[in-house]
């Protein structure tokens, strides 16, 4: 089955610091997506990246970076140069390609990681 | 446009009320989804909905009703919950297998 962790409940920081959020995953499928999604106190969540199983280069999106590493199941999630605006949940998350397709998309969410960003 | 609509943003219900959530998308995706997100928990998929029929129930308990009457539409019909079911529910939409958009939620309080 499949599973994500998030093992940092909650991460403080203070403006300008990088901060890195951890992820990793459990799946039998050799082809799966992996996801996170930003969460602010507004409570929509709000798609930041998607990434299939067979792509492992890393992407950088200005201050958002993501490493993907099928050696240890990772897909950590840093941000440079934090600022305020970047406090929120962040929830990372995993869909098997059996769940994945014409029908939709079954999402498995990791506990979530809030993080806080002082001035 | 790529909004995902709720509404009400905010429902308080007695036990024994009848209400409906409501969840509207126009961009064009096939697949829509109700999720139930506890405080301080992340989102647990309740239903999938696909070309307008239900394609996943998560054992979701029948007090619980989805129904899709359009492409555009989701309604979560709610009928004699329980104080344990309150809780944030959001409703998505996808192209298929792809990134799913979530709207904003409804808060449900169940008194």
């Known amino acids: 089955a499949q599973k994500v962790t998030q093992a940092q409940t909650e991460i403080s920081v203070v403006e300008k610091e990088d901060v890195t959020l951890d992820c990793v995953y459990e799946t039998r499928d050799t082809t799966y997506y992996l996801f996170w999604y930003k969460q602010p106190p507004s409570g929509e969540l709000v798609f930041l990246i998607r990434r299939n199983s067979f792509d492992e280069q890393n992407e950088i999106s200005g201050r958002y970076s993501w490493n993907f590493q099928k050696s240890t199941s990772s897909f950590n999630f840093t941000i440079t140069a934090s600022q305020v605006v970047d406090s929120a949940v962040y929830f990372c998350a995993l869909s098997e390609a059996g769940m994945s397709g014409e029908y939709g998309n079954k999402l498995v969410f990791g506990a979530g990681t809030i993080l806080r960003v002082k001035s | 446009d790529t909004e995902v609509t709720q509404t009400p943003k905010h429902l308080v219900m007695g036990m024994t009320n009848k209400k409906s959530l409501k969840c509207e998308q126009h961009?064009?995706?096939?697949?829509m989804y109700w999720y139930k997100q506890k405080a301080k928990k992340p989102p647990e998929l309740m239903f999938v909905?696909?070309?307008?029929?239900?394609?996943i129930n998560e054992s979701v308990p029948s007090r619980f009703s989805p129904e899709c009457p359009n492409s555009s539409l989701l309604n979560l019909h709610l009928h004699a919950l329980q104080p344990e079911d309150s809780a944030l529910y959001l409703c998505?939409?996808?192209?298929?297998?792809?990134?799913?958009?979530f709207g904003s939620g409804t808060q449900l309080s169940v008194l």
């Open positions: 961009m064009g995706h096939r697949a």
């Open positions: 909905y696909s070309y307008e029929k239900l394609s």
């Open positions: 998505a939409s996808s192209h298929k297998g792809e990134k799913l958009f």
